[in-house]
C-alpha cells in the first residue's frame, strides 16, 4: 500500500547565486520530482532540479504573486501527486519566508515535511561587502527586521533595540525607518550600506549616512537589504584591500 502523501522539502536557496545554497539542498533537488520556487530564485539554481516539474509560486512586492493560501494548496496537491516535493525558498525558510503558514497547511493534512536551512542574505551581504556585524565593543547585538506586514495590517513602525539593524525589503520602508530613526535622536551620520540583489552578477551596494537614507534610495531591480550601525563604519585599511 502506497503512502497517501510524499515528503515535502522546504529549502533554502540562499541569497541568490547558485553556489551558496548547501550541499544537502542541492542534492534535495537533485531528486525532486517536483519544485515550486520564489521569484526570487534564480534561473541557475533551477538547473540543479532539470528534471522536476517546476511551478513558480513566485512573491515580490509590487508585483502580481501567488496568494499564500494557494500556495499552501498546491503545496498539498503536490504531495498527494509526488513523492519528493521541494519547496524552494530564497534565502533561509524560517525567516521571512512565511514558513509557518506552509507547515501548518501540511500539518494539517499530516504531511511529512523537512526544512533545509539556507544562507540569509544578511549574512552574505556582510561577507560581500566585508563589514563584520558584530565587532568587540562597537557592536554586539543584531536585529533582523521588516515593516512589511500582512494584507490589511499597519505597518509595524517600532525599531529593535540593537546595536546593528538589518532592514530586509528595504526601498521606501528604509528611508520611513531613516526618518523615524532620526526622529528617535540617533545620530544623522550613522554609517548604512545598502545592498541590493546580493550575490547575483548585478549586485551593487552603496555606503551612506542616516541622514542620507531618510531622504530616499535610487529605484531599486531587485531586492534591497540595508545594514545601519556603526559596524558598518568603513574600517581604515578596508579600501586599500578592495
Known amino acids: 500500500m502506497t503512502a497517501p502523501f510524499g515528503k515535502v522539502y522546504l529549502i533554502g536557496a540562499g541569497p541568490g547565486?547558485?553556489?551558496?545554497?548547501?550541499?544537502?539542498?542541492?542534492?534535495?533537488?537533485?531528486?525532486?520530482?517536483?519544485v515550486l520556487y520564489d521569484a526570487l530564485v534564480t534561473p541557475e539554481m533551477l538547473e540543479l532540479c532539470s528534471?522536476?516539474?517546476k511551478i513558480s509560486v513566485g512573491k515580490r512586492s509590487g508585483q502580481r504573486s501567488a496568494a499564500q493560501e494557494?500556495?499552501?494548496?498546491?503545496l498539498v496537491a503536490c504531495a498527494s501527486k509526488y513523492a519528493v516535493?521541494?519547496?524552494?525558498?530564497?534565502?533561509?525558510?524560517?525567516l521571512f519566508g512565511r514558513a509557518d503558514e506552509e507547515l501548518n497547511a501540511l500539518e494539517s493534512f499530516g504531511i511529512s515535511y523537512e526544512i533545509v536551512p539556507g544562507?540569509?542574505?544578511?549574512?552574505?551581504a556582510a561577507a560581500s561587502v566585508k563589514q563584520p556585524l558584530t565587532k568587540r565593543?562597537?557592536?554586539?547585538?543584531?536585529?533582523?527586521?521588516?515593516?512589511s506586514t500582512?494584507?490589511?495590517?499597519?505597518?509595524d513602525t517600532r525599531i529593535p533595540e540593537c546595536d546593528t539593524l538589518i532592514q530586509y525589503m528595504g526601498g521606501r520602508e528604509a528611508m520611513l525607518t531613516a526618518q523615524r530613526m532620526l526622529a528617535a535622536n540617533f545620530a544623522a551620520d550613522l554609517p548604512v550600506v545598502v545592498i541590493e540583489n546580493c550575490s547575483r552578477e548585478d549586485e551593487r551596494s552603496i555606503a551612506l549616512s542616516l541622514q542620507e537614507?531618510?531622504?530616499g534610495l535610487p529605484a531599486s531591480t531587485g531586492p534591497v537589504l540595508v545594514m545601519m550601525g556603526e559596524a558598518m563604519r568603513p574600517r581604515a585599511h578596508k579600501a586599500a584591500l578592495t
Open 17 to 34: 547565486a547558485a553556489d551558496l545554497i548547501t550541499v544537502r539542498g542541492a542534492r534535495l533537488l537533485a531528486q525532486a520530482d517536483v
Open 119 to 124: 544562507i540569509t542574505t544578511a549574512l552574505a
Open 70 to 74: 494557494h500556495i499552501n494548496e498546491q
Open 150 to 155: 500582512a494584507p490589511g495590517e499597519a505597518a
Open 213 to 215: 537614507l531618510s531622504l
Open 85 to 94: 516535493v521541494v519547496r524552494l525558498k530564497g534565502g533561509d525558510p524560517m
Open 51 to 53: 528534471q522536476a516539474v
Open 137 to 147: 565593543g562597537i557592536a554586539r547585538s543584531v536585529a533582523l527586521f521588516t515593516s
